[in-house]
């Protein structure tokens, strides 16, 4: 059993929480994953791919970007705290630019 923090338990542990008006943009795809730099930049992904999406309604996207900047931003902020905190910021923003 792995003694890391769901992705749902490390957001809600956020020092900033996410204002409430946004809440509902970013609710994780795999909430019960264990958290970690690469299931935070999933859910990034997740989001830019959903940008992505011709929808007919413009702001769907833009907040779908501000959602994949969220989980990039905690991606690189959880690879701080990676053993090696400089090859983990390689492997997001690596996954990032796939």
């Known amino acids: 059993m792995s003694s890391r923090p769901t992705v749902r338990e490390w957001l809600a542990a ?8 946004f ?18 930049v999933a859910e ?3 989001a830019l791919r959903r940008a992505e999406e011709p929808t ?3 702001r769907q996207g ?4 501000l959602v994949a900047d969220g989980y990039a931003t905690w991606a690189c902020e959880a ?4 053993s090696d905190a400089v090859e983990a910021l390689r492997r997001v923003v690596d996954a990032l630019l796939e």
């Open 79 to 82: 690879a701080l705290d990676e």
């Open 44 to 46: 990034a992904v997740s």
């Open 23 to 40: 809440q509902a943009w970013m609710n994780p795809a795999h909430p019960d994953a264990p958290a970690s730099p690469t299931s935070l």
């Open 62 to 65: 833009a907040f779908d970007l």
């Open 14 to 21: 956020r020092d900033a929480p996410v204002p409430l008006g």
């Open 56 to 58: 007919g309604r413009p």
